[in-house]
């Protein structure tokens, strides 16, 4: 994490620097990767204002507090922040599965009674998010992945293409186009 510090009608005294780097290390513990921070500290009549603004995994978080004293602003500051975070990890959490492991999808095949040539695979569909999908194409070098997207809810393929690169399929986003008239 990087902080970029400003004060505005504040000096930032090394003391002051020092405390809020202490206070922002304490953001590390949810886990995700946190980008640059800017951190706003000013002085607004008797009001010490500190204001954060950042991005973390492409979305943006801002907390903003204003008290009598400029280290208890950091502390509310420190500790919104600490609750958006804890939002945002949760709501990439997979709650559906729980502690248990994840097991891969399993395919039945059952021969086709009408075309001999023709092979059944009835897989088991596994809830993942797309980047999850994508790992787990590469893990197991297959060349099509078929799972339940854990966002949208939406059956998805991924396909590897010939030259390398991965095609996303959503066969729900195609039948809305053709049921709108947009094919």
């Not at 000013?42 to 004293?69: D, I, M, N, P, W």
């Not at 804890?86 to 709501?91: D, G, I, Q, S, V």
């Amino acid at each position: 994490m990087r902080l970029m510090i400003t004060g505005r009608h504040v000096a930032v005294t090394p003391a002051l620097r020092e405390y809020v780097e202490t206070r922002m290390e304490r953001l590390d513990r949810y886990g995700l990767k946190l980008g640059t921070l800017q951190i706003l500290l000013s002085l607004e009549k008797f009001h010490h204002v500190a204001e954060v603004v950042g991005v973390v995994q492409g979305r943006r978080l801002q907390a903003k507090t204003s008290t009598e004293e400029m280290y208890a602003s950091i502390d509310e500051v420190v500790d919104k922040l600490g609750a958006q975070l804890r939002k945002l990890k949760e709501r990439r959490a997979n709650h559906k599965f729980g502690d248990q492991p994840r097991v891969r999808a399993l395919v039945r095949r059952v021969p086709s009674p009408d075309h001999s040539e023709v092979e059944v695979v009835h897989p088991t569909l596994e809830a993942m998010s797309v980047e999850d999908a994508v790992g787990a194409l590469n893990a197991a070098q297959l060349s099509v992945l078929m799972f339940v997207n854990a966002v949208s809810g939406n059956v998805q393929v991924l396909q590897r293409l010939p030259n390398g690169k991965v095609s996303l399929i959503d066969p729900a986003r195609e039948r809305a186009r053709a049921s709108h008239g947009r094919a």
